[in-house]
């Protein structure tokens, strides 16, 4: 029942869904102007998705994390609301009692599980999307963290994912042009590649060596995984929710940059994209490192064509003009065959995307994701990314690129944004400098759209 019961909430969401769009043609008949009508309908959905999401389990936590960076589409007196919402989806996974844990630990390690173990404690010490860890002593003395799965969860999560395929026209909602079906697909197997702990301990594995001895990260090794738990090192730090509670300025900055340098380090030195950059994920640890766990979300990467990528879209970007970006639009697969776009349009969104990189320093601030995010999302039919679609390859790296800064931004990060992107990337090295020698240095976006049109730059614009 309690399973009927869920599915039914999230098959009200497209139908309600609907019911706000047929009303806001009947509205329109009443002199409410389309932008106002479009604005209701996005909030009311997003507010009917966030409660709903609330009332379930399974998946609908990492669901909730994944659509947190919508929140910043709406203006700050409304977006309040959706952050607590949010809040209140990653606290309100369930408890394991400690004889349900005790049953889950000897299903996955066996009924003599506790020798294993000097000292166990059954009371949950932090909760994950679907387990929750505790903490141990292990049997050669070390501290340890204990990463057990809810019972039931892996077929929670799965009868959600059969939802999510059902319910995926509610992207619309912010992406319209997107191929809704492979991109949901795409999100479907990010999910459920997390059901695997094995293949999770293999990636934290890899991670632990890339970055053993490493002077800003630490990954705990594992010690040990059977069946739905892992054993891994326990990470005494400071939790970086609470760093952008109440840290200085200056720690906010540096944790913001150290997040940023993991996620764009990851698959240079590991060969895997860290998929899940969610604030929860962090500890600063005593002697300043980042600590990092939870490895359920990365696949391999590269993916064939990508660097081909990064090079060809920021030489277009920064260097090139509209006809170079309709060009690298169609080569990697961002515009369908034969469909038409504004390459100028998406020339002035790329423009206010990369600005970070446009300068040697850059202050990530929410108000500027909040515009980025509203320029990309917004529901007017003139909005280019109606005309644009999303490759599946380009989702799992979207999802880690955008967390990330999403956390940066909430940190209010000031520093070297540019230097932690191109220290990993030769291709975009290379592109901002050849945009560095054309335009002497300016930092103004006014200079950077005058040199894309050709015309010349006028010296007194060129510092801000």
């Known amino acids: 029942m309690r ?20 009303a806001g043609v009947g509205k329109r008949t009443l002199g409410r102007s389309p932008a106002e009508i479009n604005n209701d309908i996005q909030t009311r959905t997003a507010q009917h998705l ?4 609330g009332e379930l389990k399974g998946c609908a936590t990492k669901l909730g994390q994944l659509l947190s960076i919508f929140e910043l589409a709406l203006p700050p007196e409304l977006a309040d609301p959706y952050r607590t919402a949010l809040a209140q989806l990653q606290d309100s996974v369930p408890v394991m009692l400690p ?20 000292e166990f404690d059954d009371r949950r010490a932090a909760a ?70 094995e293949a ?9 060596e890339a970055y053993a001895d490493d002077p800003d990260f630490v990954v705990p090794r594992v010690l040990s995984q059977r069946g739905d738990t ?19 300025p200056e720690e906010r900055s540096r944790v913001g940059l150290l997040i940023l340098r993991f996620v764009l380090s990851a698959w240079t030195r590991s060969g895997l994209l860290y998929c899940d950059p969610h604030p929860g994920n962090f500890r600063v640890m ?21 660097d081909e990528w990064v090079g060809d879209m920021m030489d277009a970007t920064f260097n090139g003009d509209a006809a ?41 601030t929410e108000d500027w994701m909040r515009r980025v995010v509203c320029h990309n999302v917004d529901l007017r039919l003139s909005n280019v990314n109606r005309q644009l679609t999303i490759p599946p390859w380009f989702t799992p790296f979207g999802r880690a690129l955008l967390t990330a800064l999403g956390v940066a931004c909430r940190l209010g990060t000031d520093g070297a944004i540019r230097a932690e992107f191109t220290r990993y990337s030769p291709e975009l090295a290379a592109v901002l400098e050849r945009f560095d020698a054309r335009r002497d240095q300016p930092t103004d976006l006014a200079v950077v759209r005058q040199l894309r049109t050709g015309r010349p730059v006028r010296r007194n614009s060129a510092v801000r």
């Open 99 to 118: 004889e349900t844990v005790r049953t889950a630990m000897a299903d996955s390690m066996g009924e003599s599980w506790q020798w294993h173990f000097e």
């Open 286 to 306: 005593p002697d300043g490192r980042l600590g990092v766990v939870d490895f359920g979300a990365c696949l391999a990467w590269p993916v064939a064509g990508f």
């Open 200 to 208: 999770e301990a293999l990636y934290q594995r890899r991670f632990a």
């Open 50 to 53: 966030f409660e709903v999401l």
């Open 324 to 364: 170079q970006i309709d060009t690298a639009m169609r080569a990697h697969g961002f515009v369908a065959p034969g469909r038409p776009f504004d390459a100028e349009a998406v020339a002035e969104a790329l423009t206010m995307v990369t600005e970070p990189l446009a300068q040697p320093t850059f202050r990530l």
């Open 128 to 197: 994950a999307s679907i387990g929750q860890v505790h903490r141990g002593v292990w049997r050669d003395g070390r501290p340890v963290a204990v990463k057990v799965m809810y019972p039931g969860a892996r077929e929670a999560v799965l009868a959600d994912l059969e939802q999510l395929r059902r319910i995926s026209i509610l992207a619309t909602v912010f992406v319209p042009g997107a191929d809704v079906k492979a991109v949901t697909e795409a999100i479907c197997t990010c999910v459920r590649d997390e059901l695997d702990y």
């Open 230 to 248: 892992i054993v891994s090192e326990w990470l005494n730090g400071t939790p970086v929710s609470r760093i952008m509670e109440s840290g200085a």
């Open 3 to 22: 399973g009927m019961a869920r599915n039914a909430k999230l098959a009200a969401l497209p139908v309600a869904y609907a019911g706000r769009q047929a």
